[in-house]
């Protein structure tokens, strides 16, 4: 069979620039492939998205691929979308309706379900035994819509306290320490009674009438308390002298009772803070527990310390010695120095609101930091708000 030759005068039709021969397989390929991806992007990714328009307040398009266009919730304001990790959606003012029944610092907070309760605290009078009560409200569908309802007496301590540190285990709070009406500090802790969701009532855990032993081995004020699933770890804090303590005391569960009873007080020995705190923010993320910033001994500090624990015992290392506590590096520690802040942990980020700078004056500041629950570092250095 012999080969046809193009008719006299004709020529070759070319493509792409004079790249391809339009009658060759390269140039069908393409083409083939062209028309793939604009039956799926028109018969599925289009649906898709209009879907999500539908029922999504955030929709992001072209994110199995490259983000080219995000429509986000007003309510994110200036922040990016979608928001990075432990990133905080801006402050709003609450109603004048919502305000405290009259200023009051050193309070400590506990929630139970939809309930929550102010606990203590300083007013123009000194130490009050006062807990304050109020309700997280919901919409008509059921769902809580962020607001409260009006303050209300709860109740009260069996005495005075403020600068307490309050820790919740299954569901009940206990108050440790803090200052009595003349400022002196204790070493009491009041165990609270809840019912049906509700805080009824407390009581002493000091052994009598059956109650828990608990007293806490020195009096304390401005300690900080970590709660873990085998109890708490008391952190710090103040001694009568006023001086901030290096200590680090633990009250673990009783493994032998199925009570959920804590044990006496017990130091976790040689392993004392590498430097007395006070008013500082503790947290426990895994097996970690970070103490960030406080007072020390020259005031005011950005110190991170951390300490990794192997269920109730200190983690060791390749020679079975303790590890000990990890002092975070300049980079790694807080921006500003904090003391007195408001801190928690939620959603594996470490927040610290607000407290006083290295000249004793109250900020308005907002740093997160998400540390790595495997290695307990913080790779990505402490952000603010």
Same mark, same amino acid.
């Given at each position: 069979?012999?080969?046809?030759?193009?008719? +006299?005068?004709? #020529?070759?039709?070319?493509?792409?620039?004079?790249? #391809?021969?339009?009658?060759? =397989?390269?140039?069908?390929?393409?083409?083939?492939?062209?028309?793939?991806?604009?039956?799926?992007?028109?018969?599925?990714?289009?649906?898709?998205?209009?879907?999500?328009?539908?029922?999504?307040?955030?929709?992001?398009?072209?994110?199995?691929?490259?983000? !080219?266009?995000?429509?986000?919730?007003?309510?994110?304001?200036? /922040?990016?979308?979608?928001?990075?990790?432990?990133?905080?959606? *801006? =402050?709003?003012?609450?109603?004048?309706?919502?305000?405290?029944?009259?200023? +009051?610092?050193?309070?400590?907070?506990?929630?139970?379900?939809?309930?929550?309760?102010? !606990?203590?605290?300083?007013?123009?009078?000194?130490?009050?035994?006062?807990?304050?009560?109020?309700?997280?409200?919901?919409?008509?569908?059921?769902? #809580?819509?962020?607001?409260?309802?009006?303050?209300?007496?709860?109740?009260?301590?069996?005495?005075?306290?403020?600068?307490?540190?309050? @820790?919740?285990? #299954?569901?009940?709070?206990?108050?440790?320490?803090?200052?009595?009406?003349? %400022?002196?500090?204790?070493?009491?802790?009041?165990?609270? !009674?809840?019912?049906?969701?509700?805080?009824?009532? $407390?009581?002493?855990?000091? @052994?009598?009438?059956?109650?828990?032993?608990?007293?806490?081995?020195?009096?304390?004020?401005?300690?900080?308390?970590?709660?873990?699933?085998?109890?708490?770890?008391?952190?710090?804090?103040?001694?009568?002298?006023?001086?901030?303590?290096?200590?680090?005391?633990?009250? $673990?569960?009783?493994?032998?009772?199925?009570?959920?009873? /804590?044990?006496?007080?017990?130091?976790?020995? @040689? /392993?004392?803070? *590498?430097?007395?705190?006070?008013?500082?923010?503790?947290?426990?993320? %895994?097996?970690?527990?970070?103490?960030?910033?406080?007072?020390?001994?020259?005031?005011?500090?950005?110190?991170?310390?951390?300490?990794?624990?192997?269920?109730?015992?200190?983690?060791?290392?390749?020679?079975?010695?303790? +590890?000990? $506590?990890?002092?975070?590096?300049?980079?790694?520690?807080?921006?500003?120095?904090?003391?007195?802040?408001? %801190?928690?942990?939620?959603?594996?980020?470490?927040?610290?609101? @607000?407290? /006083?700078?290295?000249?004793?004056?109250?900020?308005?500041?907002?740093? $997160?930091?998400?540390?790595?629950?495997?290695? %307990?570092? !913080? *790779?990505?250095?402490?952000?603010?708000?």
């Amino acid at each position: 069979m012999t080969q046809q030759a193009l008719p +006299r005068g004709a #020529l070759r039709r070319r493509v792409a620039f004079g790249l #391809l021969d339009a009658d060759g =397989w390269t140039w069908a390929g393409l083409k083939a492939a062209f028309w793939f991806a604009f039956i799926v992007f028109m018969l599925g990714y289009i649906p898709n998205l209009a879907y999500y328009f539908t029922v999504s307040n955030t929709v992001q398009v072209g994110y199995n691929f490259a983000s !080219i266009v995000n429509w986000c919730p007003a309510v994110n304001e200036d /922040l990016p979308c979608p928001v990075p990790a432990g990133a905080m959606l *801006p =402050w709003q003012a609450s109603p004048p309706g919502l305000a405290l029944p009259e200023a +009051r610092s050193g309070a400590s907070v506990f929630q139970s379900g939809s309930h929550l309760y102010v !606990i203590g605290g300083t007013t123009a009078a000194g130490a009050t035994d006062e807990v304050l009560k109020t309700q997280a409200t919901s919409d008509q569908e059921g769902e #809580l819509n962020g607001n409260l309802s009006g303050w209300t007496q709860g109740p009260a301590l069996p005495e005075p306290r403020s600068g307490a540190a309050v @820790g919740v285990y #299954l569901g009940v709070p206990y108050v440790m320490g803090g200052t009595d009406a003349s %400022g002196a500090p204790t070493d009491s802790v009041f165990t609270g !009674i809840v019912e049906d969701g509700q805080l009824v009532g $407390w009581e002493r855990a000091d @052994g009598s009438s059956g109650t828990e032993e608990l007293t806490l081995p020195q009096p304390l004020s401005g300690a900080a308390v970590v709660t873990g699933t085998s109890g708490f770890v008391v952190i710090g804090g103040r001694d009568v002298k006023g001086e901030p303590t290096d200590g680090v005391h633990v009250a $673990w569960v009783d493994e032998v009772s199925s009570s959920g009873r /804590l044990l006496g007080w017990q130091p976790l020995e @040689g /392993l004392a803070l *590498p430097e007395a705190r006070a008013d500082s923010v503790a947290a426990g993320d %895994g097996d970690f527990i970070y103490v960030v910033g406080g007072e020390g001994p020259e005031g005011a500090t950005d110190t991170v310390f951390r300490l990794e624990l192997d269920d109730r015992e200190p983690a060791t290392n390749e020679v079975g010695e303790p +590890r000990g $506590w990890a002092v975070a590096p300049a980079e790694l520690a807080l921006p500003e120095a904090r003391s007195d802040a408001v %801190g928690f942990l939620a959603g594996g980020a470490i927040y610290v609101i @607000g407290g /006083l700078d290295a000249q004793g004056v109250p900020q308005q500041s907002v740093f $997160w930091a998400v540390p790595d629950t495997t290695s %307990g570092d !913080i *790779p990505a250095g402490w952000q603010r708000l």
